[in-house]
């Protein structure tokens, strides 16, 4: 055997730099689960996964019209001031105002509540600041502008949080405020007459997970039912509001839950001309809900659209237009009845998303030779902050979300913007973070730099002077070293359960369906499966996408077709790997199978799957290559040995980039074991010993 090579050779393969977590397995209870309700085991265990432990929690969660729910006024304490101010505003013929916001959820709540105060009688108009001049929130100028067209009151949706001193100067003008939104809040709340906030109620309560959608659809229905005038409006609102909370990533859990399961039956016959237009050029055709019957459900089978159809179809063509273009193109389509201003509306939101992912594409590709050129050691920064001329704002949290992926570390990405006559003096950025970073709180620890910034824990915005670039870079770089370790900085893969490709058919991905809605805080069951065969593989797609075929020859060799979106550069894929993956529908020609979605993929150890005992040696195929490892002992801790059938050792501490490679301590050699060759070894070894 030749010795352990301190580069790549050419045969061995670059995989996704990912870390595995995967919940630990209790077949006793699921498989009693399992036959209490009728599931399959795997799903089951997806349940136990998601907290669910008794069958009365499965009824309610497959069956969340059961759960009994607090009525809204008893949960928000300034809900029945809001409906009060409102009604005597519509009952005055006073003029109502909303300021909105240029995202999905900000411009379907302010669709939402235009309807229904229109449908309700009242004198209402609307306004959103410019995403490109003006940033995110209601302002001073918007204020003074209402105030100057006689507007009474002014209704915020998916913002004013935060908004203290716009706000302040709507009251000095007399004008009354009412603060819808869900943003996470400030230390000192504005002077509004009245706000509306889920983060203000209980973390138990039903309603905490709310979008501005979700809030502005509470306010609208309770203001109907005061007005008795709820009538055909229930439905148009409740579509509103489920393309709304899916396009946010809103956790679909509580009342959400409950309201998007809804809404998806209603979407595919929308009442809405904007919707079924938008429905239309996206292409989204709705499926049959074929769910097993579990627990005696009441569940009608039906058409339904699933929660991938707006996040990745409807969502992202509202949320184009946002970034790019003027949100009245969205609201008007959402808003008309007119099908053939609907359809024309419909068409430019395509156009410009079209634009939109070519920006994107872009904009990554020189993201990423900016990052291979410039050499940051991620493992010391433990943040990605770039920023670079050029590139539009309004697409950047989409290229933040991309690095992320690739890079596994909390992403922050700006741009040179101008001021006035002063070119390129301020920057506007976007920020994404993992797990264990929380954005929000990093941009705070950096407030004295900043001119402006909010957001919650996992994304965020902010502007600051272009001077302040590299005390910012350095003080996240503080920041991100006090919570994360070099462990964290890898994209988590959660995995659910382990499975055979044999048990993957179209009766488990219907049996899915119970599980559904389908998203954030209850994300759709990831299954793994060990050492299959990737048979088959090839290129497909403009963005580099890996269709494959995956083989499990042990089980009988059952076949399963999969994609792997975004793959590209690790094509082609080692023959022998451990894949990590969801479930998706594919229909072609009237036949419909089921194929995987891979999100993870590892080298496979040819280690029995039963952990080794601590100190151990384990032996393990890599690179057509067998080892042996062990976790030994090393004065105060242990450290990771890996030997070559030729003697040669190489030892790693945890947590170091730094290896000693030798046939003994004496005449070892320092390694860096970041080297991709290296690195896979070591994640091999670890994943033989079972840590």
């Known amino acids: 055997m030749q010795e352990l090579p301190t580069s790549v050779p050419p045969h061995s393969h670059r995989l996704p730099n990912q870390r595995w977590q995967i919940y630990s397995p209790h077949p006793q209870q699921a498989e009693h689960f399992a036959a209490e309700i009728g599931l399959s085991c795997l799903l089951a265990q997806v349940l136990i996964n998601r907290g669910i432990d008794s069958v009365e929690e499965v009824q309610g969660f497959i069956e969340p019209e059961s759960l009994v729910l607090p009525a809204p006024l008893d949960e928000f304490p300034d809900l029945a001031a809001s409906v009060k101010m409102l009604r005597e505003a519509i009952s005055a013929g006073q003029k109502i105002a909303i300021c909105g916001d240029y995202d999905a959820d900000g411009m379907t709540s302010t669709a939402l509540l235009l309807r229904a105060l229109r449908a309700l009688g009242a004198n209402v108009d609307y306004a959103i600041p410019s995403r490109m001049r003006e940033g995110y929130g209601i302002n001073d100028r918007i204020v003074e502008e209402f105030h100057a067209e006689g507007v009474a009151l002014i209704l915020t949706v998916d913002n004013g949080i935060a908004a203290y001193g716009p706000v302040a100067r709507a009251r000095e003008l007399g004008v009354k405020v009412i603060i819808t939104d869900h943003h996470d809040l400030p230390p000192k709340l504005p002077p509004a007459d009245a706000i509306l906030n889920p983060k203000l109620i209980a973390e138990s309560s039903p309603y905490r997970g709310l979008a501005g959608v979700g809030v502005a659809y509470v306010l609208a229905i309770c203001l109907a039912q005061d007005m008795q005038k709820v009538g055909g409006l229930v439905n148009p609102l409740l579509e509103l509001f489920t393309l709304g909370t899916i396009a946010d990533l809103a956790p679909l859990t509580g009342v959400n839950r409950r309201w998007v399961k809804r809404g998806l039956r209603l979407l595919p016959h929308s009442q809405l001309a904007g919707i079924q237009a938008l429905i239309q050029v996206a292409g989204v055709q709705a499926a049959s809900a074929e769910t097993l019957p579990l627990l005696n459900s009441k569940t009608q089978a039906n058409n339904t659209l699933k929660p991938e159809d707006i996040g990745f179809r409807l969502g992202p063509r509202i949320n184009a237009v946002g970034r790019l273009a003027d949100p009245q193109i969205v609201i008007e389509l959402l808003t008309t009845d007119d099908r053939e201003l609907a359809l024309k509306n419909a068409m430019q939101c395509e156009q410009i998303n079209q634009r939109r992912q070519e ?257 151990g040696k384990v032996e393990f195929d890599y690179c057509d290559r067998t080892y042996s490892c062990s976790l030994s002992p090393a004065g105060a801790q242990e450290e990771l040995r890996i030997r070559n059938s030729q003697g040669q050792v190489l030892a790693v501490a945890p947590g170091q980039n730094i290896g000693l490679l030798g046939n003994s301590r004496k005449d070892a050699r320092e390694i860096d074991v970041s080297l991709p060759f290296f690195e896979n070894l070591i994640q091999t070894a670890k994943h033989a010993l079972g840590i």
Request: net charge negative.
């Open 359 to 615: 920006l994107c594409q872009e904009i990554e590709q020189e993201a990423i030779a900016w990052c291979e050129k410039s050499a940051i050691d991620l493992q010391q920064e433990r943040v990605l902050v770039v920023v670079q001329p050029g590139w539009h704002h309004g697409v950047i949290g989409i290229v933040a979300s991309r690095l992320l992926e690739r890079y596994g570390v909390p992403v922050f990405i700006g741009t040179f913007e101008d001021e006035g006559e002063d070119v390129g003096t301020i920057i506007r950025g976007s920020a994404r973070g993992i797990p264990e970073f929380n954005v929000f709180d990093g941009l705070n620890f950096c407030a004295d730099l900043l001119t402006k910034f909010g957001g919650h824990k996992a994304a965020g915005g902010f502007s600051m002077p272009a001077q302040n670039l590299e005390e910012f870079r350095q003080q996240l770089s503080i920041f991100a070293n006090q919570c994360l370790q070099p462990e964290h900085l890898k994209p988590l893969v959660s995995v659910d359960v382990r499975a055979d490709l044999a048990e993957i058919n179209l009766d488990l991905y219907r049996q899915i369906d119970a599980l559904e809605p389908c998203g954030i805080e209850n994300k759709a069951p990831v299954f793994w499966t060990p050492n299959v065969c990737i048979t088959e593989q090839k290129i497909v797609g403009k963005g580099g996408h890996v269709k494959l075929t995956a083989t499990q020859d042990e089980k009988g060799s059952a076949s399963v077709k999969g994609i792997a979106w975004r793959w590209g550069e690790y094509f082609p894929l080692p023959r022998r790997v451990d894949i990590a993956y969801r479930l998706r529908e594919n229909s072609f020609n009237g036949k419909t199978s089921v194929e995987l979605e891979l999100l993870g993929v590892r080298l496979p150890a040819s280690a029995a799957s039963s952990r080794p005992p601590m100190f």
